[in-house]
């Protein structure tokens, strides 16, 4: 009886075996067979075979780029065993993000809304949530509501210079100061009172709570194949309850939000935050209100996208400019004439005139693209114009920005930091598809313009204060640590600073 089990069992695992190795070798023949040129895949790894072991997606996709640009509108690519299309006609990426966006809704990235709530949030979710949600949340990042939150930001960058004057005094300035670190500290603190009105004090308590969960925010809970394989089969992965975050971090962000509201409503208490105006909307929505799950969610996403992208790039600005010393001056003296021209004051307005200084953080986005690409997903079938081919519903199209953030023929000497390139002359010059740091069309990045004041403000008061220079530590040329979502120095941002 047993052998026969035993032979039952072994047949049967040959023969999933067998129906999976004819469905990859059927899915893996998809652009052969419809004449689209791509790289051999391997089996299951697709054209990922590399990722995480010797190279990163930043690495992989430039590579692409390099041999497929000029030859072809776009190309077939898998991404494990997901086809998708990468794109290098700029026209083509401005039909699919802006004129036919109603073919690429999607992002078509996994979520959870019913076990992992915290991932149900407008940067993943697709069709009518996502629209429902957009809608909703789009007057809250007006300038007016920006306006609202700036005096919130000065405080907490005061609050910034006060630690950084205390560890300049205490630091051996031989080995400098790690500003990764510092920068993700001064981030964590803005959005986490621009969105709870929290003090969450990890600039002067770097070992919180609070410090040791955000230090695991952008790490998945499970690795790429089997956040691919979640994608792939979302409906199978959201039958298994699988879970994009960890529970520790869907619990904290919970308990801050419910703990919040709770005390907010028992008060009335009100605050220029952003959870003060997601209580509002609450209130105002009769047929169709937020639940705790969608409000804990946005917030969730803001504060991720707030803190873990602006520190970044605001790590990496201050890294160019201690390398680029006559770039950092040009800086100071830009923002000493603005000052001049606004009595002195600090404001909102004199933010918005520190063009330089905006140049100086865009080309810094342009070289530390804080992910390698942009994704769309197909909702129906789209015939590519002028070409026979078509992009079939549910098709990945990627957008690689940072292969196009470097390359020559768009931005010449790509290895070079040169803020001009944003000066509005030479932006008119170039296609409005060649820079994709903050995305395009109705999927842009909702929060861009409290990016740019986060960060201009952070900088301008760090350059007022402070001249930056390099030192023995300081990593020259920068690398990456390979597994996180997002772009981050891989020995931290080590700087000097001396006391203007």
Not at 127 to 150: A, Y
Not at 439 to 468: D, E, S, T, W
Request: charged share 25%; proline share 4%; aromatic share 12%.
């Amino acid at each position: 009886m047993i052998e026969i089990l035993v032979k039952i069992l072994v047949c049967f695992i040959c023969g999933s075996s067998l129906l999976i190795y004819l469905a990859l070798r059927k899915q893996y023949s998809y652009f052969k067979e419809h004449g689209i040129p791509h790289d051999k895949p391997a089996f299951f790894f697709g054209n990922l075979r590399e990722f995480n072991r010797t190279k990163s997606l930043y690495d992989i996709f430039r590579e692409f780029y390099t041999k497929y640009k000029g030859t072809a509108r776009f190309v077939g690519f898998y991404l494990f065993i997901r086809k998708a299309v990468v794109l290098f006609d700029l026209d083509l990426m401005h039909n699919i993000c802006i004129k036919d966006f109603a073919y690429f809704t999607d992002r078509g990235m996994y979520y959870n809304k019913k076990d992992d709530p915290i991932s149900a949030h407008m940067l993943l979710l697709d069709g009518e949530h996502w629209k429902n949600l957009r809608t909703k949340f789009t007057p809250t990042f007006t300038s007016g509501k920006m306006k609202s939150m700036f005096t919130t930001v000065v405080d907490v960058a005061d609050q910034l210079i006060n630690v950084l004057e205390d560890e300049r005094k205490s630091a051996d300035m031989n080995v400098g100061i790690d500003f990764a670190d510092l920068m993700s500290r001064y981030t964590t603190d803005v959005i986490g009172s621009v969105a709870f009105g929290l003090e969450c004090n990890r600039l002067k308590d770097p070992t919180s709570k609070i410090s040791k969960t955000c230090q695991k925010i952008g790490y998945f809970k499970h690795s790429m194949p089997v956040v691919s394989l979640m994608n792939t089969f979302p409906n199978l992965a959201r039958k298994l309850g699988m879970k994009l975050f960890p529970n520790e971090i869907s619990d904290f962000f919970f308990q801050i939000v419910r703990d919040t509201v709770d005390y907010r409503e028992r008060t009335g208490m009100k605050r220029k935050d952003f959870l003060n105006i997601l209580m509002e909307l609450r209130k105002s929505e009769t047929s169709d209100p937020l639940t705790m799950e969608e409000m804990t969610a946005q917030t969730f996403l803001f504060f991720v996208a707030g803190s873990e992208t602006s520190s970044s790039v605001m790590g990496f600005s201050l890294y160019q400019l201690a390398l680029n010393p006559d770039i950092q001056e040009k800086a100071r003296t830009e923002m000493n004439e603005v000052m001049a021209h606004h009595d002195g004051k600090l404001t909102y307005e004199a933010v918005q005139d520190m063009k330089y200084l905006l140049q100086v953080m865009y080309e810094t986005v342009r070289m530390y693209t804080v992910t390698p690409f942009l994704l769309r997903q197909a909702v129906s079938d789209y015939k590519v114009p002028n070409s026979n081919h078509v992009i079939q519903k549910g098709t990945i199209v990627i957008m690689p920005m940072d292969a196009l953030h470097y390359d020559p023929d768009i931005y010449p000497d790509p290895q070079r930091f040169d803020p001009e390139r944003f000066s509005t002359k030479e932006t008119e010059k170039r296609h409005p598809m060649t820079f994709l740091g903050f995305g395009k069309g109705p999927r842009v990045c909702i929060g861009y313009r409290f990016a740019h004041m986060q960060i201009i403000i952070g900088l301008y008061l760090m350059l007022k204060n402070y001249r930056f220079s390099t030192t023995k530590e300081t990593q020259i040329p920068m690398k990456y640590k390979l597994k996180k979502q997002f772009r981050d120095a891989e020995k931290g941002v080590y700087l000097k600073i001396e006391k203007l």
